[in-house]
């Protein structure tokens, strides 16, 4: 966890405002503080100026889409340690090695279970 | 005089009643889209709470209007989620008896009404609504049948492949609908596409292969091998396809010896077929193939050459002999 924080911080970003409702109320109830996004644009400034401790990205969103987003994330030196999880529906295996090609850490397809959202970010941040 | 002052008149309150009505109209539907966001933003709390809480939490008591908006939400939600809250949107939707109220306007005579109803059933994740939702595939409307193809793709209806596959092959339903719905059933309907592998019909025969495919794995190969001397020519295509995408290695002899259809369409989908799956034998039928002035499947063949053996189609193309189709895959090698 980033020093000074009560809790971990996951930037969650997904322009199907479902999703998003879904993802911060399963991570707040595990304990997570969440800052949400709803493109990928949004995503990236939210991941500069707050520096989460983990983000859940969706690959298909408006303005830059989540593979954009994560090499951006891994490129820039403030931002390049945060563990991203990449939330999709484009779950083909070239789709997967795309992500981590673009450098995701891990990959959770849609539909999701909320429950297996929750023990991928306790895993990753656990092992940091 | 009169007569004119008094049509222009009646026309102008007319005009009037028509302004004040589509005013009326647009300030009901502003209002009611209000309303109706006003009510998304407050349920969807307790949705959310009831679809995931840890204990699931009741939903509050509800009135007709907020029920409608509730099981709206827990419709979306169920798209998005699996597991233990998709069975509990289920569980709820079967316990306020909106799964019968679907069922009921299924059968409707307003085909938009039947239209949403057959894609409320997917999302709530009615299973035992399999049965009206294949009745549906020959509904008169269209907006209906792909609605129902659709909702049997979400509900994982293994037993509604075969109608999935009819429906698609007689057009009732586009081929785009028909596969994403056979995508969303899995690698589960592969043993029920295999049954109908023997079709009578050559296009379920196409088709079935073309899925075996995509959704197959490579132990599924051989069960569709045989097919690729299949007396028509779509179905000897869709299984060389089928064969290179599932890496059949078992199937080089056969795809090479497909190599020499008389349909050119089947030689260039056994030469892209064997590139993918490659080996020394398979190269060695591929460069002859290559060599010709037939441009798909010598192109194909050169292509697949450059896939399995980079360094051999720079050397080939060398050649005096090697044609225009290796030369430009050895240049694409090269760069």
Redesign the interface.
């Known amino acids: 966890m980033t020093d000074g924080r009560e809790q971990p911080v996951v930037l969650a970003a997904d322009d199907?405002d479902?999703?998003l409702?879904?993802v911060t109320?399963?991570l707040e109830?595990s304990g997570y503080t969440v800052l949400q996004a709803h493109d990928g644009e949004e995503a990236w400034t939210l991941a500069r100026a707050e520096l989460p401790d983990l983000a859940v990205l969706d690959v298909m969103m408006p303005k830059l889409d989540g593979f954009e987003l994560t090499r951006r994330i891994r490129a820039d030196e403030a931002t390049r340690r945060i563990p991203i999880i990449l939330l999709t529906a484009r779950a083909q295996d070239p789709d997967v090695q795309q992500g981590f090609d673009a450098g995701a850490d891990d990959y959770l397809r849609?539909?999701?279970?909320?429950?297996?959202l929750r023990a991928r970010v306790q895993a990753i941040l656990g092992r940091r | 005089m009169n007569w004119v002052v008094l049509v222009g008149a009646a026309l102008l309150v007319a005009n009037t009643a028509l302004v004040a009505v589509i005013a009326a109209q647009s300030w009901y539907g502003v209002r009611r889209l209000r309303g109706h966001d006003e009510l998304v933003a407050r349920l969807r709390r307790p949705a959310v709470e009831m679809v995931d809480g840890d204990p699931p939490a009741e939903p509050p008591p509800l009135a007709r209007n907020e029920a409608r908006v509730f099981a709206e939400l827990l419709a979306r939600y169920s798209r998005q989620v699996r597991g233990g809250p998709q069975e509990r949107i289920v569980a709820y939707c079967e316990a306020h008896g909106l799964v019968d109220q679907e069922l009921r306007r299924l059968e409707s005579r307003r085909a938009w009404r039947r239209a949403r109803a057959a894609f409320t059933l997917g999302d709530f994740g009615a299973r035992r609504a399999v049965p009206a939702l294949v009745r549906h595939l020959d509904d008169r409307s269209a907006e209906v049948r792909a609605a129902a193809c659709r909702s049997l793709g979400n509900l994982g209806a293994v037993d509604a492949v075969p109608a999935v596959i009819d429906a698609r092959v007689a057009a009732r339903v586009p081929g785009a609908v028909a596969k994403l719905a056979l995508l969303d059933i899995g690698p589960a309907a592969v043993a029920v596409l295999i049954t109908l592998a023997d079709d009578e019909e050559p296009l379920v025969r196409a088709a079935v292969v073309q899925l075996v495919g995509l959704l197959g794995g490579a132990a599924d190969a051989a069960a569709i091998q045989g097919r690729l001397s299949d007396p028509a020519a779509p179905v000897r295509v869709a299984t060389a396809t089928a064969l290179g995408r599932l890496g059949a290695r078992e199937a080089r002899d056969d795809l090479v010896t497909a190599l020499a259809d008389r349909v050119p369409g089947v030689r260039t989908a056994a030469a892209e077929a064997l590139g993918g799956i490659g080996g020394r034998q398979a190269v060695d039928a591929l460069l002859p193939l290559a060599r010709t002035d037939e441009f798909e499947p010598a192109r194909a063949a050169a292509e697949a050459v450059a896939r399995a053996d980079p360094a051999l189609v720079v050397r080939a193309a060398e050649a005096p002999d090697a044609g225009p189709h290796l030369r430009e895959a050895a240049g694409r090698v090269a760069l």
């Open positions: 199907d479902d999703v409702e879904l109320f399963r109830r849609k539909p999701f279970s909320p429950q297996e």
